[in-house]
């Protein structure tokens, strides 16, 4: 199983490294977003403030397109139904496509992350970045889990481009809060009267084991249903 | 055509029973019409009982009486969608992969969401009422949006086409992960309210002690809307049957393939 997950993942990178469309399409739109929600909020205090559900927003708006993107790579030539007939696992292909997944979001967030820092003058306490980069690793893990999932249910089938963000968005909800709420202790920007008012470091961890609990969840949820979704889809 | 039904009725068991023998478009038997009458019935005693006989309550007069058809639908929405998660898993893992749970399934998400619709549509109704505002971002509140956004999607999953049993498979495995995503977010939205105590809003019915004839009217919606949601989906899911066995009739070559599927050898 882990081999062909290492496999199938290298593929999928290997097709990015070669095709460049996501550094070249996703990446800019991301940074799109986080330039729109400034002339959409327009005050500098208000988007430093939100910034963190800012940032979460604009991943997962990120995470449509590149599960879109990740199962058109599948489904044009058939190639998954190929995969499928040639007996490989099913539970590999998810882990593979999700650690590919995981890997592009990492990427995607790191940069967006300094978009934030650039864009929004939002600054992480030094005490918050080890909370900071575990927080963005298991929510990453969550959303490429849950992305690959519902990626799956809904490749090959007709309208999957407006169906995607219907199934996906009410799922990464909790991703999407207890992501925001950890940044927002990290970055120390809750709080009702001052931007840098009342929020500890330690408020964030609660939120970490969330995050923790719902991508445990979903990797073995989608361990086990991507082989039925797989059949005959 | 007539060679399908034997075989179609060997595959569904209990479903094929009032297929046999009223074959004719017909949706109804003897059962779901009594059913049917009943939930006229019961649903004229809760009119009579929601709007003459109960009282108006004291703090919040006569907009207490929404509550009669809030918290049956929101009962039976949840009703709906636990029977479509039950359907779903039944679905799957029985070894028959019967259709007829596919379609329970399908039905009571349907009907379900209806419900849902009505309970958000009334609680908006009655917070303006009671709270001044349609919306507040109580932890119940948004878990019930949501849960009917989730299902909203489910019935479009189901509408995605493919073979009946594909379509089942699909839309039974999304009917298991909305079962494990609802606590997810309830209690991810929980948290979020708990941790932020701004406008934490009571819930009225707490506190308030209710009145016999109040508490009474309350049940009879209970009964009127679970049996309306019973015989809602008994029916839903007839015709669902027969949606499947028109689009079957349409495609004769692809039916003598799921039937040489369906009978354990393989095609091909």
Not at chain 1, 153 to 159: S, V
Not at chain 2, 170 to 194: N, Q, T
Request: glycine fraction near 10%; hydrophobic fraction near 55%.
């Amino acid at each position: 199983m882990w081999q062909t997950a290492r496999l199938v993942a290298a593929k999928d990178l290997n097709i990015e490294w070669r095709s460049r469309q996501v550094t070249n399409q996703v990446l800019p739109f991301a940074g799109l977003t986080l330039v729109l929600f400034a002339f959409a909020l327009d005050r500098d205090d208000i988007t430093a403030r939100v910034a963190p559900g800012l940032f979460w927003l604009a991943t997962t708006f990120s995470l449509i397109v590149l599960v879109q993107r990740a199962f058109a790579v599948e489904t044009s030539d058939g190639a998954l139904d190929t995969l499928r007939v040639a007996g490989v696992d099913p539970a590999g292909i998810y882990l593979g496509k999700s650690l590919a997944l995981a890997a592009q979001l990492i990427v995607l967030e790191a940069l967006l992350l300094l978009g934030v820092i650039v864009f929004y003058a939002s600054h992480i306490r030094p005490a918050g970045i080890v909370l900071v980069i575990i927080t963005a690793l298991l929510a990453t893990c969550g959303l490429a889990f849950v992305g690959t999932l519902y990626g799956g249910l809904a490749a090959g089938a007709k309208g999957r481009e407006t169906l995607l963000p219907l199934l996906l968005l009410p799922v990464v909800a909790p991703v999407l809060i207890g992501a925001t709420r950890a940044f927002e202790a990290a970055f120390g920007t809750r709080g009702g009267a001052g931007i840098r008012a009342g929020v500890e470091i330690s408020d964030g961890w609660p939120w970490v084991g969330m995050l923790a609990i719902f991508a445990a969840v979903f990797g073995a949820a989608g361990v086990l249903a991507f082989g039925p979704l797989l059949e005959e889809a | 055509m007539s060679a399908t039904v034997p075989n179609i009725q060997s595959q569904q068991g209990v479903d094929a029973s009032w297929v046999s023998r009223r074959w004719r478009g017909i949706t109804s038997t003897g059962f779901s019409r009594f059913l049917g009458i009943l939930a006229i019935v019961l649903t004229v005693w809760l009119v009579l009982f929601g709007l003459i006989f109960s009282p108006p309550d004291i703090t919040q007069q006569s907009s207490v009486r929404i509550m009669y058809i809030h918290v049956p639908t929101a009962w039976v929405a949840y009703l709906a969608f636990g029977v479509t998660g039950l359907s779903s898993a039944m679905y799957l893992f029985r070894k028959k992969h019967s259709l007829i749970w596919d379609r329970f399934a399908g039905a009571s998400a349907e009907v379900g969401v209806m419900f849902m619709g009505l309970t958000l549509v009334t609680g908006a109704l009655w917070g303006r009422l009671t709270w001044g505002v349609y919306w507040a971002w109580d932890a119940r509140l948004t878990t019930t949006a949501f849960l009917f956004v989730t299902y909203v999607g489910y019935l479009a999953v189901r509408r995605l086409g493919g073979s009946h049993h594909a379509r089942a498979r699909r839309s039974g495995v999304l009917g298991l992960l909305a079962v494990l995503e609802i606590p997810l977010v309830h209690f991810s939205v929980k948290l979020w309210r708990s941790l932020h105590q701004e406008a934490s809003v009571a819930n009225p019915s707490g506190d308030v002690k209710m009145d016999g004839l109040m508490l009474f009217s309350l049940f009879v919606g209970l009964i009127a809307f679970s049996s309306l949601y019973f015989w809602l989906v008994l029916h839903r899911q007839r015709v669902m049957y027969l949606e499947d066995r028109y689009e079957d009739a349409d495609l004769d070559t692809a039916l003598a393939e799921r039937r040489a599927e369906s009978t354990g050898g393989s095609h091909g």
